[in-house]
T-cell receptor, first 113, second 118 residues
Framework: AQSVTQPDIHITVSEGASLELRCNYS??????LFWYVQSPGQGLQLLLK??????LVQGIKGFEAEFKRSQSSFNLRKPSVHWSDAAEYFC???????????FGSGTRLSIRP | GAVVSQHPSRVICKSGTSVKIECRSL??????MFWYRQFPKQSLMLMAT?????????EQGVEKDKFLINHASLTLSTLTVTSAHPEDSSFYIC??????????????FGQGTRLTVV
């Protein structure tokens, strides 16, 4: 069965520093992969998605992610974080369709002033 | 993009009462919607699939008699937490799949409902 693993529960980075959040997937076929962000007390916002094609995916808010089949990874990156990026980040894969989601355990991002 | 509206955003209820949460697709039709639950500091877990015109499909371990789902129309699904208890306190969020050219390629989420049972 498909699944995603986010090994980091909580990460703290300084404002302006670069960021990488890890995600490893288990998927039988070519995976669909998502990154969602959840601000405190808020719903979910899709940052980016990978379906096929270019393995480097650009998303909103300056985020990008790279699909690496050899490593079964889809890590999220941002070159310079802002205080407003503090939130919970979820990597996800679909169940049977891309609209029914299996979420990773999440990584909480804190920003150090 | 498509908009999914969820209401209420927060609700506090007394133990033993029932609470209804609405999920609406505002500018598109959704024959299917999904309900998730998120306990504090945990991930989101799929509870059930709401199907317009037929019974909801529940995930393993979710009590269908406790979490009543009704897909009343092509734009509305409701989740009723019956006889709520403090352990039902959680964040509930719904989603609907996209339509047209994004059919089955993206989920659109509501804003979520924070339920507190006292």
């Amino acid at each position: 069965a498909q699944s995603v693993t986010q090994p980091d529960i909580h990460i703290t980075v300084s404002e302006g520093a670069s960021l990488e959040l890890r995600c490893n997937y288990s998927y039988g076929a070519t995976p669909y992969l998502f990154w969602y962000v959840q601000s405190p007390g808020q719903g979910l916002q899709l940052l980016l998605k990978y379906f096929s094609g270019d393995t480097l995916v650009q998303g909103i808010k300056g985020f990008e992610a790279e699909f690496k089949r050899s490593q079964s990874s889809f890590n999220l990156r941002k070159p310079s974080v802002h205080w407003s990026d503090a939130a919970e980040y979820f990597c996800a894969v679909p169940y049977s369709s891309a609209s029914k989601i299996i979420f990773g355990s999440g990584t909480r991002l804190s920003i150090r002033p | 993009g498509a908009v999914v509206s969820q209401h209420p955003s927060r609700v506090i209820c007394k133990s033993g009462t029932s609470v209804k949460i609405e999920c609406r697709s505002l500018d598109f039709q959704a024959t299917t919607m999904f309900w998730y639950r998120q306990f504090p500091k945990q991930s989101l877990m799929l509870m059930a699939t709401s199907n317009e015109g037929s019974k909801a499909t529940y995930e393993q371990g979710v009590e269908k008699d406790k979490f009543l789902i009704n897909h009343a129309s092509l734009t509305l699904s409701t989740l009723t937490v019956t006889s709520a208890h403090p352990e039902d306190s959680s964040f509930y969020i719904c989603s609907a799949p996209g339509t047209g050219e994004v059919m089955n390629t993206e989920a659109f989420f509501g804003q979520g409902t924070r339920l507190t049972v006292v």
